[in-house]
């Protein structure tokens, strides 16, 4: 038997992919030449990508200032904004996310669910926060009579996070508009991916921030509007790509790292000026901090990607060495004084999710990456968080080698660069084209890179290794994804909206590990090799655009050369479930017949229970206990070493396969090669006719010397 | 009287009660047993005509172990419920079985059966008093101490440089930590030893004598604790090495009989400490103000709240 995990297999099919061409190309002569393109696949992925239209990445343009004020955890600002009417519609209004207003009060729309579902705010206030929005004017003109808040999601009239800007002259197709804005940000203590945590200051979500205008058809719309939705506790965010200008002044002790790149500093008495500078991005956050210390180290491509792994990449995607290869970036690091020790593990962590993701997806566009370690206790509230060209990490005092993080955390949060930041899904609608598209990508990585991660509790700061004690074998990131599978079992379906979902957990579940576990199956059904190809042609087809779960459904298809509705009809759109099984298995002896019998000679009466010839009719039921159906083989064994391998649909709740041989069925394969990683329970997948509770056996005497020890403690405290 | 040698008088005790080791052996195994019942029930429906178990013999791989918590997480809420309630009763009775086993400890002469569960009704009321003023005692000085560290670390992390700082520097923590459990526990034995010692009868009073005879000899004390705990952890270790390295002791019954020495020895082990602990006490403390015949017991008040 094949002792491999599925993680395992995938491993090394990219571990193939990658260092095939390496064994077989070393010359350098060799790795200088164009790729064959030598399949009809290659030249479908050129024309792919030769049809990717150029991005309308200057839709808006902001141009900010802000001013810290670290008295009143405020932020003073006003910007103004260009936004052009791309589209075809006559635009009457324009609506913005003031999304620091879901920390106004318990009545915001994002604090009635957070205490339904998780935690309440917490009654301090310094707790809160507030957008509040003093002066408009559009065309120079004042505007202030016509803004209003709405509440399209819930009507909640207490719920301040979208603003109505009426807009006296509409707004004619391929015209502009120019608005100003004065507005006053109050920081909440760091909630929710923002706020301040003593003399640091996070500023996420902290200006208002213009909507997405959608024409019909545009996203599967039927009429064109704006795409403005309320802060929710589980949703995140979605705006137009375009370019920032943001000048930042501080007190003159502090340091700031901001999306984009530094342009200059300008002094003041007791004051410092930053100016930076965005372009192709969605959205700008910054970090101002008296207590940081800042590292800038740089990636370069060279030091981290080899030849032969470029050679891989470009004969995979039939690319040219300049369409495949990386740019260098400057890394700016704010860490944390007592955790600058683990820099170098976020500074190789960040350059293999940089390596890795530009060669499957193509290169990082950006000069500049800014990577926060959060503050001491705010991992949970500002790490692990992302935003263009910025992302938030998250570290632990005494984290062994073998841990997932910090390792894990900052992966990810630089994959959102792609998903998120370079592929700008609705995030409030679609998250697991973010998130679960990032948990699959992250989790490749991670178990490229790192062996099995081991599980720790910890005691009093210090880790414990639980795997040591419980002889539970470390997991592999697609083996931890697939919790999500098993513990959602068809509960919700993983495209809702994401405030429609049973809980938090459920959402969590939908748009992380379910989704990348789906994203697993689809490899395995269509080959690793197809897939990967689709993956980047959907990066590359989607940059700086906003695609939806149609759009990727319909890459992967003409990729592959299948339709895959009912793949994505099931488990993608619907909450379909996979469980088979093998429910019963019997083989009855023929040969030991004993009645009257129809033969040559006619009507006979046969006794051949002391033959010695033997045939069998064995039955096999499987059945399918899920909600969905999937191709799937199954495997039969008999005792004379014979072997039957049939197909099926799943189409049914159960089928019976029949077959008379002169052997026994020691042994039934549901999915024997493993395919099947959506099946929720694999226990169950496998008979054999051979009794054994060895193991069964085993596990119970372990269990009840381990409960007998711990009685035995319990007992020994009182005699 | 040297730790040492009181230590070895109190293995000798112990190893003549072995009817009173067997009485706490069996009331061990049969809870454990009802207790695994249920969860060798799954094992045996999900694995013993499945070819995932030859994948999880020695090692449980970790798609396997989430599959079988998942899918029996309804089970394991009924079998969590029936495991409390086993451990309450368990408890229970092994709360009854102290005073009999102490009993039997500190008397001059083996105790029948009879007299062992003779002891045990007796003593019931005043050593569940002495044992909860103990454990509310001890509860208050660990959670003390426990917050204390919590919140000593949590310092020590904002003010050193990550794994830079020495990974021993906890260690200090932990060592005093054992031994300010090492003392609360040792101050529950004596109290308890101090009822069953006939004076006094009040438990307030003979948790102050408990606490005030630990106070006195904290050093033996920690040595006899550390002997105690040495020799059982020492051979139940060999004895658990033994079994996953020797090949011939890797079948069922392998695991099973080298297990169940392991609980007999820590049993065993238990009761010497503690005999040994009746000794040293008795020798330490004046005859006069402690031991008085076992065989004289004292009367029982009417109301039992007059323990307290």
């Known amino acids: 038997m094949l002792n491999v995990t599925k993680g395992e297999l995938e491993m090394a099919w990219f571990c193939w992919l990658i260092c095939v061409v390496a064994l077989q190309e070393t010359s350098q002569e060799d790795t200088q030449v164009e790729p064959q393109r030598f399949s009809p696949i290659i030249e479908l992925v050129q024309a792919l990508n030769q049809d990717t239209e150029e991005p309308d990445s200057s839709r808006v343009r902001y141009r900010i200032r802000a001013e810290l004020d670290t008295e009143m955890k405020a932020i003073k600002g006003e910007w103004v904004l260009n936004y052009h009417n791309a589209s075809p519609d006559t635009i009457s209004d324009l609506h913005f996310h003031l999304y620091m207003n879901a920390f106004k009060n318990e009545r915001s729309t994002f604090a009635l669910e957070n205490s339904e579902s998780y935690q309440p705010l917490p009654i301090d206030e310094h707790s809160f926060g507030y957008v509040d929005v003093l002066d408009m004017k559009v065309n120079g003109l004042d505007a202030m009579s016509q803004w209003t808040f709405i509440q399209p999601d819930d009507q909640n009239p207490y719920d301040q996070t979208v603003g109505r800007l009426v807009l006296s002259e509409p707004l004619a197709p391929d015209s502009s508009v120019e608005v100003t804005c004065t507005f006053v940000t109050k920081l909440p203590r760091a909630i929710a991916r923002t706020g301040f945590h003593n003399d640091t200051y996070f500023a996420a979500q902290w200006f208002p921030k213009l909507g997405v205008w959608e024409t019909t058809g545009f996203r599967n719309r039927n009429e064109p509007g704006w795409n403005c939705h309320q802060f929710h506790a589980n949703t995140e965010f979605y705006a137009d790509y375009g370019e920032y200008e943001v000048v930042i002044a501080v007190p003159d002790d502090f340091d700031v790292g901001c999306s984009g790149r530094l342009m200059r500093v300008d002094d003041a008495a007791g004051s410092k000026t930053y100016t930076f500078s965005a372009e192709k991005v969605h959205d700008v956050a910054w970090l101002a901090s008296s207590e940081m210390i800042r590292v800038e180290r740089r990636f370069e491509p060279d030091q981290w990607v080899t030849d032969a792994e470029l050679q891989a990449i470009m004969t995979t995607h039939g690319m040219t060495r300049e369409e495949a290869a990386l740019a260098p970036v400057d890394l700016i690091f704010f860490m944390q004084p007592e955790h600058e020790a683990q820099l170098d593990r976020h500074f190789r962590a960040v350059c293999l999710a940089m390596k890795y993701f530009g060669l499957w997806y193509g290169a990082y566009p950006y000069p500049t990456l800014t990577c926060v370690d959060p503050p001491y206790g705010q991992g949970r509230a500002i790490g692990g968080m992302e935003y263009p060209t910025l992302i938030t990490m998250g570290s632990h005092w005494l984290q062994p080698s073998d841990a997932r993080s910090p390792e894990g955390v900052t992966i990810h949060e630089f994959g959102h660069q792609y998903w998120y930041g370079l592929v700008g899904n609705n995030e409030f609608e679609e998250s697991w084209l973010d998130e679960g598209f990032n948990t699959y990508s992250s989790g490749l990585i991670m178990d490229l890179v790192h062996p099995p991660r081991v599980t720790y509790a910890r005691f009093n700061q210090v880790p414990i290794n639980i795997n040591r004690w419980t002889r539970v074998e470390p997991y592999t990131d697609e083996q931890r994804t697939r919790v999500s599978l098993l513990r959602d079992n068809g509960q919700d379906a993983v495209v809702r909206n994401g405030w429609e979902y049973l809980n938090r957990s459920s959402y969590g579940r939908n748009s992380y590990g379910k989704p990348a576990t789906m994203l697993h199956q689809l490899s395995r059904e269509l080959g690793a090799e197809t897939f990967a190809r689709a993956m980047r042609i959907y990066a590359n087809k989607y940059r700086y655009k906003h695609p939806t779960s149609s759009d990727y459904q319909e890459i992967l298809e003409q990729v592959a050369g299948r339709d895959l509705d009912w793949f994505f009809d099931q488990f993608i759109y619907g909450h379909k479930t996979i469980d088979y099984a093998v429910r019963s298995v019997s083989s009855r002896d023929l040969s030991k017949a004993i009645g009257y019998l129809e033969t040559d000679q006619g009507r006979e009466f046969v006794d051949t229970s002391g033959d010695d010839t033997s045939l069998f009719l064995s039955t096999i039921t499987i059945q399918n206990k899920g909600s969905g159906s999937y191709p799937v083989d199954i495997e039969i064994r008999f005792d004379d070493d014979h072997k039957e391998t049939v197909s099926w649909d799943g189409s049914y709740p159960w089928i019976k396969f029949k077959y008379t041989r002169p052997a026994k069925v020691t042994e039934v394969v549901i999915d024997p090669t493993e395919k099947l990683v959506i099946d929720v329970n694999t226990l169950n997948n496998s008979w054999r006719s051979k009794y054994d509770n060895t193991t069964s056996r085993a596990w119970t005497i372990r269990s009840l010397i381990t409960i007998q020890h711990i009685l035995q403690t319990l007992s020994g405290v009182l005699s | ?308």
């Open chain 2, 1 to 308: 009287m040297n730790f040492l040698t009181a230590y070895m008088k109190g293995w000798a005790r112990a190893l003549a009660l072995p009817h009173i080791a067997l009485i706490k052996w069996l009331h061990n195994l049969l809870f454990a047993a009802m207790l695994t019942v249920p969860f060798a029930g799954l094992l045996q429906n999900d694995l013993d005509h499945s070819l995932s178990a030859d994948r999880l013999l020695q090692t449980v791989p970790y798609d396997i172990y989430t599959e079988f918590t998942i899918h029996h997480d309804g089970a394991f809420s009924s079998i969590h419920l029936a495991l409390m309630s086993g451990v309450i009763v368990f408890m229970l009775l092994a709360w009854f079985l102290a005073g009999g086993t102490l009993g039997a400890l500190s008397a001059e002469r083996r105790p029948t059966t009879a007299e062992f569960f003779a002891d045990c009704a007796k003593y019931f009321w005043s050593m569940s008093w002495v044992t909860i003023v103990s454990f509310l005692f001890g509860g208050l000085v660990l959670v003390l101490f426990y917050g204390g560290m919590e919140w000593t670390l949590a310092r020590v992390e904002i003010w050193s440089s990550g794994p830079k700082f020495p990974f021993w520097i906890t260690w200090p923590f932990y060592a005093i930590f054992a031994l300010l459990a090492t003392f609360v526990l040792r101050v529950a034995d004596y109290a308890r030893l101090a009822v069953v010692s006939c004076e006094p009868r009040r438990a307030l009073s003979a948790f102050v004598k408990g606490l005030a005879f630990t106070w006195r000899k904290p050093l033996s004390t920690l040595a006899l604790w550390v002997t105690g705990l040495g020799v059982v952890v020492a051979v139940v270790g060999a004895m658990a090495w033994a079994q996953s390295h020797i090949s011939g002791l890797t079948t069922w019954w392998g695991p099973l009989l080298i297990g169940q020495l392991t609980v007999l020895f820590r049993i065993f082990g238990r009761m010497a400490w503690m005999g040994s602990e009746v000794r040293f006490m008795t020798d330490v403390t004046p005859r006069a103000a402690v031991a008085a015949p076992v065989t004289e017991p004292h009367p029982e008040p009417a109301d039992p709240s007059e323990y307290f």
